[in-house]
Nanobody, 116 residues
Framework: QVYLVESGGGLVQSGGSTRLSCKTR????????IDWYRRPPGKEREFVVN????????YFEDSVRGRFAVARDYARNTVYLQMNALKAEDTAVYYC?????????WGPGTQVTVSS
């Protein structure tokens, strides 16, 4: 069974940084695409960035390009989302997600609140 769980959220000051973790189980992250999504307050969930098996990251919004980065730790089966220069509009619940054997698997999410 595939499991994903996020951690590392919390309260961060505007302009600050934080790193989210997506711990996986039952998955080979070397050959999997891991997506990061977020749901801002009162809005729909939106794609943020992903990392493919080839290591290429795709960004949804230019607003996060250059501020967010994704990395993998194969030994820990964990994918990280490094977020820098945070803004109030980055406040959201952040989720990691993967597709395995045709099914989508989501983590429960972690809240990131950026104080202005």
């Amino acid at each position: 069974q595939v499991y994903l769980v996020e951690s590392g959220g919390g309260l961060v000051q505007s302009g600050g940084s934080t790193r989210l973790s997506c711990k996986t189980r039952g998955l080979n992250i070397r050959i999997s695409t891991i997506d990061w999504y977020r749901r801002p307050p009162g809005k729909e969930r939106e794609f943020v960035v992903n990392i493919t098996s080839g290591g290429v990251a795709g960004y949804f919004e230019d607003s996060v390009r250059g501020r967010f980065a994704v990395a993998r730790d194969y030994a820990r089966n964990t994918v990280y989302l490094q977020m820098n220069a945070l803004k109030a509009e980055d406040t959201a619940v952040y989720y990691c997600k993967t597709k395995y054997k045709g099914r989508d698997f989501w983590g429960p999410g972690t809240q990131v609140t950026v104080s202005s």
